[in-house]
């Protein structure tokens, strides 16, 4: 009678420039969990069981405990795009998805959000014209890298701008 195999794990990360040997494509709310499951481009399942507080990036690189190292794509999804040579505006416009605690990413003279129809009332409300469109989500962690929680705990993370290109 043959035992099945253990699942094949990932416990930890790998160091950035480590050649990956498959991938896993996980949207933004994936990313932020750390715990799951998920099926890497190869096809075989892996469950995910990360320390706390570090969401994944696109790009990032993982290590299976069978020493694999997987590479993190960030999928495309639906998000809201809005544009504006206006500063001031862009400025009210993060201002307010921040008092949301909706997560934000910031290119030039342009913001993107996943896509939500009270957010969207609230940009075109602020005299924006937003953008529906699919693309990777990798918006910004917060001020001095520290990821936001309620329950006082903070999670050390590194201070990341992503730019994205305006279309």
């Known amino acids: 009678m043959d035992t099945p195999s253990a699942p094949l794990r990932i416990e930890a990360r790998a160091e950035p420039g480590a050649t990956a040997a498959d991938w896993v494509r996980l949207g933004f709310a994936e990313r932020c969990r750390s715990r799951l499951v998920a099926r890497l481009d190869g096809g075989a399942e892996v ?24 590479e993190v794509v960030a999928v495309p999804e639906p ?13 009210r416009a993060a201002y307010h998805l921040g008092n949301r605690h909706v997560a934000v990413e910031v290119g030039n003279h342009a913001l993107r959000v996943l896509a939500d129809a009270v957010i969207e009332r609230l940009l075109r409300g602020l005299g924006l014209e937003p953008q ?27 201070p990341v701008i992503h730019e994205f290109r305006a279309r």
Request: no cysteine.
């Open 79 to 91: 998000l809201l795009h809005v544009e504006s040579s206006d500063p001031r505006l862009l400025a």
């Open 132 to 158: 529906r469109l699919d693309a990777p989500f990798e918006p910004e962690h917060g001020a001095y890298g520290e990821a936001h929680r309620h329950d006082g705990d903070t999670a050390r993370i590194a």
């Open 47 to 70: 469950a995910i069981a990360l320390p706390r507080g570090a969401p994944l990036r696109h790009g990032d690189r993982l290590v299976t405990t069978d020493g694999r190292i997987i």
